[in-house]
Each structure stands twice: as structure tokens, then as C-alpha cells.
């Protein structure tokens, strides 16, 4: 639970920042420093269009974020969609493609285009590739917490329930005192260490989900060219249901309880939404091409980028086609490989509209 606090403190942060980098981007608009690289504001039918597109956009994307990311969770009883069904790694190989896809397609270039930006001074920011170097940080300190957090769990976390789960196994066979704790205990490690690890995949990609999508929510709100807006609300639903089903994968084979995955479908499905409402609230004083903005917001989008990347190589596509399953079971594997080109190829057609 404290992972999950840790989660919704990070989502409020997040809308302060952009909330104060919003407000200094106004200021610098103002005496003029940003003015020259603006897009002029549309007329006033332009801004209305805009703005019921935006809300319109709101709705849509906050219910197909619940749908994606409910739908493994909702559906967990059938049989075909088990966590150690085939069916089931299918659908967590595709939505692992879009996953994989956003963060190289989608954010990553989003955050070169910003760092690069001619409205940012020549020196620093056209002399080194800022947005790949914070990618790559991001992905060795995503490395760093993921074994830090497994190393810590393991020392701290499963000694009481080794002594449980080995008292479970000599009550119930009638082992003998030592045998039973040995026998408990080996299955214990191996079982918990693979539960542990599902559930730190599934908080560490939740967050560097909710951290792009409080940025791409933020600069759909403020946008007020309803051409733009448009194509977004389909493409942006198509993200956030497929990129929900892998995160909702991720949180089913993590077997929380029924609070805690309540907690963490309620911060996936509201951060875009949240974050278009923000900058709804916040268009008339925003500029995209302000320098605070521009480099806080390309800033984060190559932390984020960094953290799918990694998340999606090494934690979900990494971790699954390299385990027993796919391993020993070719035929599942080429369909599990067909599956990943399927959503890495249209999460990456998305680019042409968002």
C-alpha cells in the first residue's frame, strides 16, 4: 500500500509542477520572452469547437482506460483468460508491442522534439542528445530500483511467511518437523520471489505510465486547434485501452487484493483525464513553446520513455519469452511473436495522428 501512496503523491506532484510550469510559461508569454515561437490562439468558434472535443475527449478516454485495464482483471475467471492460460499470454504480448511502442514512437519522440526545440537556446540544449541520455539514466535507475526493491522484499519480507507456509505443509502431509520446513520453504522462495516480482512490475510500470499520461493529457487540454484535437480522441483511446490490458495483466498475475487493484485502476483511468482538465483550466496562460515548458515537459517524457523502454524489454516481453512457457512451446512462441508485431506495428501507425 505504501508503493501505491508513493503513486498518487507522484500523480499530484506531477499536475503541481506542470501546474507551476504552466504559470511561469504565462509570465515568460507576457514580458515577451516566449511570444516569438507561440502559435497564434484561435478565434473564438475555433476555442468552442475545441473545447467540447476536449470533453468529449475526457470521457472517452477515462472509459476506455477502465475498460482496458479491467478487462483481464473482470475476466480472470473464464478459463481461456487464466493467468497461466495461452490465450491470456497472447493478449499480454500484444499489449506489451503497444507498451513497447509508445515509449520508443510516441514519447521518446516527443521529448527529442521538445529538448530540440528552437525556441530553446542554441547552448546546451542543440549541442547534446538530452532526451536519449535521460532515457537511458532512466532505464539504469529503473534497473537499480526494480533489484534493490526484489533484494529488499527478500530480506525483509518473507521470513514470517517461510515459518507459515512450512507449518501449511507439515500440518497438512504429515511430514516430518525438518523435512517439511525444507520442502515448505524451497517452494515458498520460489513462489514468493515470482509473485514479488510481478507485483514490482506492476507498480513501476503503473508509474511511468501515469507520468506520461498526465503530460499528453496536459497538452491536449491546453491545445485550442480542434483539427488536432480530433484524430487524438481515437488514437489516445486505442492507447490507453490496449497499454490498460497490459498494465491490468501485469496486476492480475500480481494477485493483489481487491482494494489495492481497485486503488491502482482508479490512478491509471484518471491521469490523462485529470491532466486535460488541467490544462483546460489552465489554456489562457499556456504556451507548448514557452522554455519552462518545453524543457519540464521533454524532461519527463524522456524519464518516462526510459522507464517503458526498460519495462517493456526486460520486465514483460524479456521476462515472459524467456520463461519455461514460451521456451518449451514453439508454436506458442511464434503466435506470442506475432502477437507483439501486431501491437508494436499499430500502436506505431498511431503516430501519424498522435
Known amino acids: 500500500m505504501a508503493s501505491l501512496k508513493n503513486v498518487g503523491a507522484l500523480t499530484l506532484l506531477l499536475l503541481l509542477l506542470l501546474s507551476l510550469t504552466v504559470q511561469t510559461s504565462g509570465k515568460e508569454d507576457a514580458s515577451g520572452a516566449g511570444s516569438k515561437c507561440g502559435d497564434p490562439k484561435g478565434g473564438s468558434e475555433e476555442k468552442a469547437s475545441a473545447l467540447k ?7 472517452s478516454i477515462l472509459i476506455a482506460s477502465i475498460l482496458g485495464i479491467s478487462f483481464p482483471i473482470l475476466l480472470q475467471g473464464m478459463p481461456l483468460l487464466k493467468p497461466d492460460g495461452k490465450l491470456f499470454v497472447l493478449i499480454k504480448a500484444f499489449a506489451s508491442g503497444v507498451i513497447l511502442a509508445t515509449g520508443y514512437v510516441h514519447v521518446l519522440p ?60 507439515e500440518n497438512d502431509q504429515g511430514h516430518s518437523h525438518g523435512h ?29 505510465i501515469v507520468v506520461h499520461s498526465v503530460v499528453i493529457g496536459l497538452s491536449m487540454g491546453a491545445s485550442e486547434n480542434a483539427s488536432t484535437i480530433r484524430p487524438l480522441i481515437a488514437a489516445l483511446c486505442f492507447h490507453q485501452f490496449f ?26 483511468s484518471v491521469t490523462t483525464p485529470l491532466g486535460i482538465a488541467l490544462g483546460i483550466g489552465l489554456s489562457k496562460v499556456y504556451s507548448d513553446d514557452s522554455p519552462t515548458a518545453l524543457i519540464v515537459v521533454g524532461v519527463l ?13 526486460v520486465d514483460l516481453l524479456g521476462a515472459d519469452f524467456m520463461g519455461p512457457k514460451l521456451q518449451s512451446n514453439m508454436k506458442l512462441q511464434m503466435w506470442a511473436y506475432v502477437a507483439v508485431i501486431l501491437g508494436v506495428g499499430g500502436m506505431s501507425v498511431m503516430a501519424i495522428w498522435a
Open 110 to 169: 516527443d521529448s527529442i522534439e521538445s529538448l530540440t526545440s528552437p525556441c530553446l537556446p542554441q547552448a546546451p540544449w542543440s549541442k547534446f542528445p538530452f532526451s536519449t541520455f535521460i532515457a537511458m539514466v532512466a532505464a539504469v535507475l529503473t534497473l537499480m530500483m526494480d533489484s534493490f526493491a526484489m533484494s529488499y522484499y527478500k530480506k525483509h519480507g518473507m521470513s514470517g511467511a517461510e515459518c507459515e507456509y512450512g507449518d501449511h505443509i
Open 53 to 59: 472535443l476536449k470533453v468529449i475527449a475526457i470521457f
Open 301 to 313: 517524457n524522456a524519464t518516462s520513455a526510459g522507464l517503458l523502454n526498460y519495462m517493456a524489454l
Open 243 to 268: 497499454e490498460g490490458m497490459g498494465l491490468g495483466g501485469c496486476i492480475l498475475q500480481a494477485e493483489y487484493k481487491a482494494r489495492t487493484k481497485a486503488i491502482m485502476v482508479f490512478f491509471f
Open 180 to 208: 517439511g520446513h525444507g520442502v515448505g520453504v524451497k517452494k515458498l522462495d520460489d513462489e514468493s520471489s515470482k509473485l514479488l516480482r510481478y507485483q514490482i512490475i506492476a507498480q513501476v510500470l503503473e508509474l511511468g
